[in-house]
Antibody, heavy 126, light 108 residues
Framework: VQLVQSGAEVKKPGASVKVSCKSSGNTFTSHYIHWVRQAPGRGLEWMGIINPSDGSTTYAQDFRGRVTMTSDSSTSTVYMELSSLRSEDTAVYYC????????????????????WGQGTLVTVSS | EIVVTQSPATLSVSPGDTATLTCRAGQSVSSNFAWYQQKPGQAPRLLIYDVSTRATGIPARFSGSGSGTEFTLTISSLQSEDFAVYFCQQYNHWPPGTFGQGTKVEIK
């Protein structure tokens, strides 16, 4: 399985950005996809999770109201859109596979993050 | 949210020596613990999951140990390609599965 992300973006403050993450192989609807970002020289910040099979999502508190994650099973692609961008959103955004989809999410196995997409640099600057 | 504290922030090691990295979780995470390696300009790569199981293709010089709240990554006979940033992660309380802040292993 490979996750391939869309290319770098430059946005002005207040704009929105939409990053894609395309999955190869045939496990698109069997595992959750997470989005994680990394500001320059910083650690890893979890943004949210999407179940590609039904589109259900959970977002981190810090991003609620600004982030939307969607999936398209026909193209095995998930999307992350972040709105009302500010300079602090300048970061590399990663998608990563984690967790086998089960009837109850809490019963999910294989919760480690593997593989990761190659990352998408989003620069917010006026 | 479980806080994961990684130490040290930077570790200076000579090639061929052994590096020992440590993570502490704010509460027990059982054996749901992983380690990742990140090189400049690259995405993190899974090294170890379930505390001590090496991911596919990871050399035997990488080993993990621990349980509950204390975890260790040991890198034996450091090679030039091992100098990188290492992150630990608990996934017992998932999502989100919180990450440590990272340890940079640099050449001494």
């Amino acid at each position: 399985v490979q996750l391939v992300q869309s290319g770098a973006e430059v946005k002005k403050p207040g704009a929105s950005v939409k990053v894609s993450c395309k999955s190869s192989g045939n496990t698109f609807t069997s595992h959750y996809i997470h989005w994680v970002r990394q500001a320059p020289g910083r650690g890893l910040e979890w943004m949210g999770i999407i179940n590609p099979s039904d589109g259900s999502t959970t977002y981190a508190q810090d991003f609620r109201g600004r982030v939307t994650m969607t999936s398209d099973s026909s193209t095995s692609t998930v999307y992350m859109e972040l709105s009302s961008l500010r300079s602090e959103d300048t970061a590399v955004y990663y998608c990563a596979r984690s967790g086998v989809i089960m009837a109850v999410r809490g019963a999910s196995t294989e919760r480690w993050f593997d593989p990761w997409g190659q990352g998408t640099l989003v620069t917010v600057s006026s | 949210e479980i806080v994961v504290t990684q130490s040290p922030a930077t570790l200076s090691v000579s090639p061929g020596d052994t590096a020992t990295l440590t993570c502490r979780a704010g509460q027990s995470v059982s054996s749901n613990f992983a380690w990742y390696q990140q090189k400049p300009g690259q995405a993190p790569r899974l090294l170890i999951y379930d505390v001590s199981t090496r991911a596919t293709g990871i050399p035997a010089r990488f080993s993990g140990s621990g349980s509950g709240t204390e975890f260790t990554l040991t890198i034996s006979s450091l090679q030039s390609e091992d100098f990188a940033v290492y992150f630990c992660q608990q996934y017992n309380h998932w999502p989100p599965g919180t990450f440590g802040q990272g340890t940079k292993v640099e050449i001494k």
